[in-house]
């Protein structure tokens, strides 16, 4: 399901509109005690932006993926007790789910925004997938700029600098993706909660899509 019209720059075919920015009041979300409080404050102030946001990143992502893509987002439905920690919207090929696929993601934590291409345990053909990351490895990591982060736990919060592997690291990352059950790969990058390119929505959807074309090669390599 598509997102309402949305917009901050100029649309193919349309006129510029406006983006809302990512404000603290969003961060703050996750500092609400309880499952209902939170989930409101989800609702209420993080899922419209998603909604607003998404046309204008679907219709690139769309044309750099080179094949239709479809947005979702978190519902957090299967929570009974515990408040999420976080929550997304996704990019994906797929219409009806994103989790069994590769695709997109953008999402908050209390502290962070980040902007990942995740590959996740639930992918039925993960191994195949990793087999083929494993075999590309020298072009996956030149793809990856030293300064962007990767995640091998899409429900942890921390991740690591690229730059800051060991020769080797990654390939052994991506051997344990293709050999555990649970492992997984997510490659992007953060912005802290503080950074000024936050309240700067035409900036802030410059630089999503600039980390997904800078991770597309890699993406497109696992649908071969």
């Known amino acids: 399901v ?7 720059h100029l649309r193919r075919g349309g006129a510029p509109l406006q983006l809302p920015g990512i404000s603290k009041s969003d961060f703050e979300s996750f500092t609400r005690e309880g499952l209902a409080p939170r989930m409101e404050a ?65 999402g908050l934590y209390d502290d962070h925004l980040f902007i990942w291409l995740v590959f996740i345990y639930e992918i039925p ?24 982060q990767i995640s091998f736990d899409h429900k942890k919060k921390c991740s690591k600098r690229f730059g800051d592997f060991k020769t080797g690291e990654l390939k052994a ?32 959807l410059k630089m999503i899509l600039e980390t997904y074309k800078t991770v597309m090669p890699i993406y497109q390599m696992t649908l071969r």
């Open 125 to 148: 053909n993960k191994k195949a997938i990793a087999t083929t990351l494993v075999q590309q490895v020298k072009q996956v990591e030149k793809c990856i700029p030293k300064d962007y």
């Open 42 to 106: 989800i609702r209420e102030r993080i899922q419209p932006k998603f909604h607003a946001i998404s046309n204008d990143i679907l219709d690139e992502v769309t044309i750099l993926a080179e094949q239709e893509m479809y947005f979702h987002y978190a519902k957090h439905l299967r929570r009974s007790v515990n408040p999420p920690k976080d929550t997304w919207m996704a990019f994906c090929h797929n219409k009806r789910g994103y989790k069994q696929h590769p695709h997109f993601q953008i």
């Open 2 to 8: 598509r997102g309402p019209e949305s917009a901050g």
């Open 173 to 204: 990352e991506l051997i344990r993706l293709r050999d555990a059950r649970k492992a997984e790969f997510l490659v992007g990058q953060h912005i802290l909660v503080n950074d000024s390119i936050l309240a700067d929505p035409t900036a802030l």
